[in-house]
């Protein structure tokens, strides 16, 4: 973005545009900024683990947003621990690529036949 602003100001200093369309150039330049902090405002992700058909989650875990990065360190190596067992080698990486996103929907929907885990953002 910062690129952006400079482009936009070495135009107003050649004397391309004018100081008003700078000033809705900047405005526009940093509004999708200010749209994904809102983007993610509200939601949650949420991590469920089902074992054996249980209509009840083991794990029911609800983290707002906001909070996933600071808190997913300490969630992380349990979740992939516990699915490893499972024979489930999940990459972490593309799930903390999903949250930064903060698109709502499932990220992550394993069934084996008898436990499940499910992680999605609401």
Known sequence: ????????????EDGKINAEAAA?????VE???????NAK???TLKIRVYEKDSPRPKVNLNIP??????LMPFVESKIQSKLKEKGVNLDMDKIKEE?????IGKI???????????????
């Open 41 to 43: 405002a509200g939601k």
């Open 31 to 37: 509004k999708p900024q200010n749209h994904e902090r």
């Open 65 to 70: 947003i906001g909070w996933s990065k600071f």
């Open 108 to 122: 992550v929907d394993i069934d084996d036949g008898g436990d499940k885990v499910e992680i999605y953002i609401e």
């Open 24 to 28: 809705k150039l900047l405005d526009a």
């Open 99 to 103: 949250m930064d996103r903060a698109h």
């Open 1 to 12: 973005m910062k690129e952006e602003k400079e482009r936009i100001l070495k135009m107003l």
